[in-house]
């Protein structure tokens, strides 16, 4: 496949998978209330589907999309690393600059990724 509609076509799916986590999202939060908000909306709980699948069954599906598109994010850098490398080296020509930006970006990454296994969950 030629490398430009190979990118397309990665460019493509991720938009879509972008625009999937967003429906899911909101499904999740304005669609399918979670108890409390029905209870407070229709004065009792009540147990919603759409589709036929409840509010933990679009958390997974939800999940599940943000993985496809964090893989498809990876390859994507990947098929773009040396515009990647050039474009960074043009911006910030010293080294030293380079490494610390470098190493402050991927401490943030990690911290951002790893966050949720990092804390405790208040509980009450």
Request: proline share 2%; net charge positive; glycine share 6%.
């Amino acid at each position: 496949m030629i490398k430009s509609r190979k990118n397309l076509l990665i460019d493509g799916i991720m938009f879509l998978l972008m625009m999937a986590l967003a429906g899911t999202g909101f499904v999740r939060k304005y669609i399918l209330l979670s108890g409390s908000e029905s209870k407070m909306a229709y004065g009792f709980k009540v147990h919603m589907t759409l589709m036929g699948i409840n509010r933990d069954g679009w958390a997974q599906i939800h999940l599940y999309l943000g993985f496809l598109l964090l893989a498809l994010l990876l390859l994507h850098i990947i098929l773009h690393w040396k515009q990647i490398m050039a474009v960074y080296r043009k911006w910030i020509p010293d080294n030293a600059a380079r490494l610390l930006i470098t190493i402050l970006f991927i401490a943030v990454s990690l911290i951002l990724l790893l966050f949720p296994f990092m804390v405790q969950p208040a509980m009450y």
